[in-house]
């Protein structure tokens, strides 16, 4: 039987980049064959298979930023690249890769599969800007292509607000491996031994100024409570925002910023944890707040798409509605005193990574999903 062959088009970074690896280092590559197209600049790193295996790519011009020009030449080169592989289907992943690979299939007839990993629309800091950029997700909705959704409030949005119908709208929950070693840092531990931790870089969408005003709560009942911040390097828009705001409320000595380290760090940072914290405004399904429930941590966080679809309230952690600075606030503080809490909480967390978000036993459900939605060759 001849492989199905899956093109994935992309602009590899962040969260977007993690998804797309973790799916190619567990597909069946017996009876499935990848290809990727994505960035000029946005990953020097090799894409390889579950046995090691480098992967084929190609590089066309795609990024974050609306650009008329570049968007053209990559709508064009992809197009080129699609006739020559003849993919059975094609995956896009995030907003851009979903337009590129829209326009190119109204040519080719080509089934795309949609991951926004979080609308671009919800980006939208004024109401000008996200009624266009929902207005572009409108204009795509296509019987030829269909969303494949990160997390349940990722499918809720593309059929309410969107438009799909509900057959077009499909579930494939970002998922991780578990996580069974924790290396040793590759880096000098310049914090305490007690902290709280998160991963998020300073922009709209991850909200650290709110993150900072509950530091600053927080410490009014915990005088010597301390934040390791995470991935603050690559493309943090409010960087300088953040660090100003750090210096007004004199919160120096309560936090550290991580511009970057390994996944592996990560680990062990979050693992070493009191509990994870984000106050991000929207997310498609943060892996970061996945790997917190494979390392069985508490979560405090805003009641947020991506992020509900991971912590229920009260059951591994809290959930705050309205980004209210008290609630969140006293919630990490609930957590540190009460060493019961923390571990129900932990114990849930692991419990329900286990039975939702393991890729070892969701990755057969993207293969059907794959198989279902193929146009097969004659």
């Not at 064009?76 to 907003?95: G, N, Q, T």
């Not at 296509?142 to 309410?160: D, V």
């Not at 009942?221 to 301390?226: C, E, G, L, M, T």
């Amino acid at each position: 039987m001849n492989k199905i062959k899956v093109v994935h088009i992309l602009n590899s970074v962040g969260g977007v980049d993690v998804s797309l690896r973790i799916i190619l280092k567990n597909i069946d590559n017996q009876n499935f064959e990848n290809v990727v197209i994505h960035g000029l600049e946005d990953t020097n790193t090799e894409f390889k298979d579950k046995d090691g295996k480098i992967i084929k790519e190609y590089k066309i011009p795609i990024q974050r930023n609306i650009s008329p020009l570049k968007d053209s030449s990559s709508i064009s080169k992809a197009i080129k690249i699609l006739r020559k592989e003849k993919p059975d289907i094609i995956h896009a992943h995030s907003a851009k890769g979903g337009i590129i690979a829209k326009i190119a299939t109204t040519f080719l007839k080509i089934p795309v599969l949609h991951t926004p990993q979080a609308y671009s629309f919800m980006s939208g800091q004024s109401k000008i800007k996200k009624t266009i950029f929902l207005s572009i997700e409108k204009m795509f909705v296509g019987p030829n292509n269909k969303i494949l959704a990160s997390s349940t409030s990722e499918q809720n949005r593309a059929i309410n607000e969107v438009g799909y119908p509900i057959e077009q709208a499909l579930l494939f929950n970002n998922s991780i491996k578990p996580i069974s070693t924790i290396q040793s840092l590759s880096i000098d531990k310049t914090w305490p031994d007690n902290y709280i931790c998160s991963v998020g870089r300073p922009s709209y969408q991850k909200n650290i100024e709110l993150m900072l005003d509950v530091l600053n709560k927080i410490r009014k009942s915990i005088s010597d409570i301390h934040l390791v911040l995470m991935g603050v390097g690559f493309h943090s828009p409010n960087l300088e925002t953040v660090k100003k705001k750090i210096r007004v409320l004199n919160l120096e000595s309560n936090i550290t910023l991580l511009e970057w380290t390994t996944r592996e760090d990560i680990f062990n940072i979050i693992k070493k944890s009191q509990l994870y914290l984000t106050t991000a405004r929207y997310e498609g399904l943060p892996y970061a707040v996945i790997e917190s429930l494979a390392l069985s941590k508490p979560i405090v966080a805003t009641d947020a798409d991506g992020n509900r679809d991971l912590v229920i309230d009260n059951f591994n952690g809290r959930l705050i509605f309205n980004e209210d600075v008290k609630e969140l606030s006293q919630s990490v503080v609930g957590i540190i005193n009460s060493e019961e809490q923390k571990q129900m909480f932990s114990i849930n967390s692991l419990k329900m990574f286990n039975e939702n978000f393991n890729i070892i036993n969701n990755i057969g459900n993207l293969e059907n999903i794959y198989r279902n939605n193929v146009k097969l060759k004659k």
